[in-house]
């Protein structure tokens, strides 16, 4: 989401839509509550089966800078739409109309 913020704030997407942030863009209108940021965080390892297949996610110890996602050595474009067969490859095929991925 914070690449999508930061993408949004570098397309002007506010001023070509003539939104002024009036009320969300002035804290003394709208408090937003900050924090001094972490420098360090313990590692989270959470374990799951589904079916036969255990399930180990790990998060933490993360860092992120949206708008250097955004710079242009970053960013490809793709002409031919080679992307496109890798995500139907990656995509569950097998799943019914009102079900999840993970279910």
Same mark, same amino acid.
């Given at each position: 989401?914070?690449?999508?913020?930061?993408?949004?704030?570098?397309?002007d997407?506010? +001023?070509?839509?003539?939104?002024?942030?009036?009320?969300? *863009?002035?804290?003394? $209108?709208?408090? @937003?509550?900050?924090?001094?940021?972490?420098?360090?965080?313990?590692?989270?390892?959470?374990a799951?089966?589904? +079916?036969?297949?255990?399930?180990?996610?790990?998060?933490? *110890?993360?860092?992120? $800078?949206?708008? @250097?996602?955004?710079?242009?050595?970053?960013?490809?474009?793709?002409?031919?739409?080679?992307?496109?067969?890798?995500?139907?490859?990656?995509?569950?095929?097998?799943?019914?109309?009102d079900?999840?991925?993970?279910?």
């Open positions: 989401m914070s690449i999508a913020a930061a993408y949004i704030q570098q397309q997407f506010y +001023g070509q839509a003539q939104w002024s942030l009036a009320t969300f *863009g002035d804290e003394s $209108q709208f408090a @937003v509550e900050t924090h001094t940021a972490p420098q360090q965080v313990e590692t989270a390892v959470n799951v089966w589904k +079916g036969s297949n255990l399930l180990t996610p790990i998060g933490g *110890g993360i860092h992120v $800078q949206p708008r @250097v996602a955004l710079n242009s050595d970053r960013m490809v474009k793709e002409a031919d739409g080679a992307s496109d067969a890798v995500k139907q490859l990656a995509a569950p095929g097998d799943l019914n109309a079900q999840w991925w993970w279910d």
